[in-house]
């Protein structure tokens, strides 16, 4: 029977969320070189791949995280995602912007806030964590407890797993790097010869291709 992580993985690489092409990379906004670009937006698009991920979220959570109370989704790509899952699961939902707001009641954190309520993060995508732990501390700074955070899709790299484990937060992903590879020589996304690349560039993506 098919894993949930390789399900994931192939529907991603099916509607071209995932894309690979170590021929011709592409730039990151952090300036890193890449040969894969991983666009979770584009699930929205596809009702029968959006259902799929948000079931699969409803059951890690429910599995992992019995006691929880709200969905908090991050901004932007993990909004609809984590409504999705709050209406599932019949929680309420709230989302962490990357800043407070410049104006208004300057929130970084948007929806009702019950100081000491649990609460698990949606996140669309890791690749450093940075921006991911970053509403974690937003939520805390609000008072609520975390409880651990779930993703579609992780790059995998080992400074996000130090960063997590830094900041004492649980990350479970649907979907991961080592889980699509296999999966995209088999479909024929990429050849085969370029598996030493993809592993290559995951090891130190930001001096690959430098």
């Known amino acids: 029977m ?11 690489l099916q509607i071209k969320a995932i894309k690979l092409n170590p021929s011709n990379p592409f730039t990151w906004a952090s300036g890193w070189r890449s040969p894969i670009y991983c666009d979770n937006r584009k699930i929205l698009s596809y009702p029968a791949v959006r259902r799929q991920v948000c079931e699969a979220f409803a059951r890690l959570i429910a599995e992992k995280y019995p006691e929880v109370e709200v969905i908090a989704g991050v901004a932007t790509g993990a909004i609809a995602h984590g409504v999705l899952v709050a209406e599932a699961m019949n929680k ?4 962490v912007r990357s800043a407070p707001k410049s104006h208004g009641l300057a929130n970084q954190v948007e929806g009702e806030i019950t100081p000491g309520s649990r609460v698990v993060v949606v996140e669309d995508l890791v690749s450093t964590g940075g921006s991911s732990l970053n509403a974690v501390q937003a939520l805390r700074d609000a008072g609520v407890e975390v409880l651990g955070m779930v993703a579609i899709f992780t790059y995998g790299f080992p400074t996000a797993e130090e960063n997590f484990a830094r900041e004492g937060v649980t990350l479970d992903t649907l979907s991961n790097y080592n ?16 598996l030493e690349t993809l592993r290559q560039w995951r090891k130190n993506p930001s001096i690959w291709m430098q």
């Open 2 to 12: 098919i894993s949930t992580e390789k399900e994931i993985a192939k529907s991603l």
């Open 92 to 95: 309420p939902f709230i989302y």
């Open 179 to 194: 889980a699509m590879i296999p999966l995209a020589i088999e479909e024929g996304v990429v050849p085969a010869s370029e």
